[in-house]
């Protein structure tokens, strides 16, 4: 069954109410700073207002993109409003499905920010503990940083007033620290099981992956894996070590994963509900 022409899509009048608006995070006003040489445009599709910057050049064809600040249609000097319209109602799934990821990656961003403060918790190895702006000259931990336990305190050498990215870059260096020594520890106790060698080890900021290993035989494991409880650190450093042996997702491959770190399907379901880029949050 086809679907409605693109024009019978379109609406230029105000809609009715609705309970749901087919683009989250789409908003039918301007932002306060318009991209540069962008005019602004709504236009309302299946009943949802969209907004939109819209930048004419001498380009070849209509092109969509999805950034922080929202949608923005490039568009040839040539092309008509209504073909401007017509292309975006036909990629309307595509721009709904690019601004939901924009809208959960925006708040994202403002939850972990609310984080980097005075008193804002962050987890590490699993459990929750206290950021303090102590002033002083040294950051210290309070209490066992190989053990911790809910109430730790991590105080940071900057005053009460320091900015959240300040906090997050001390706080992050020292979380950094803790990865290279827990990660090493455990990836040595892996490789002593499995029976192998590597070329080296180092850390990954990756957005999209906790661990990887090359066939030069080099491990990254990406250091945001210091927020998890160590069964999960472990999971990841054994499934790097197996695929030293086996270079796939085989049946072989998961075979030496269990060898390794027996009943690891717990670990990776639970690890698969997160992202890097998700965390320090809980």
Known sequence: MKGPEPHRL???????????????SAHDTPPPILPKDCSWHTLTIEG??????LRRSRRKSIGLVVRDAGLLIQAPTWASQRQIDETIAQKSHWIQEKLRKRAERLELLALQASQWREDGRIPYLGVPIRLHLDGGQALRYQGNPDVPAEGDCL????????????????AQGWLQQRARLT???????????????????SLSSAQGRWGSCTSQRHIRLNWRLIHFAPTLIDYVVAHEVAHLRHMDHSVAFWREVD???????????TLARHTPQSQPLF
Do not use: C, M, V
Request: glycine share 8%; aromatic share 10%; proline share 10%.
């Open 48 to 53: 949802s207002p969209l907004g939109y910057a």
């Open 10 to 24: 379109l609406e230029r009048s105000t809609p009715a109410p609705r309970q749901l608006s087919l683009f989250p």
């Open 155 to 170: 105080s940071l050498p900057l005053p009460r007033d320091a900015g959240a990215d300040r906090i997050q870059e001390r």
């Open 259 to 269: 060898r390794l770190y027996p009943d690891f399907k717990q670990a990776r379901d």
């Open 183 to 201: 990660f090493g520890i455990r990836l040595n106790h892996y490789l002593g099981l499995a029976g192998e060698t590597i070329s080296g080890w």
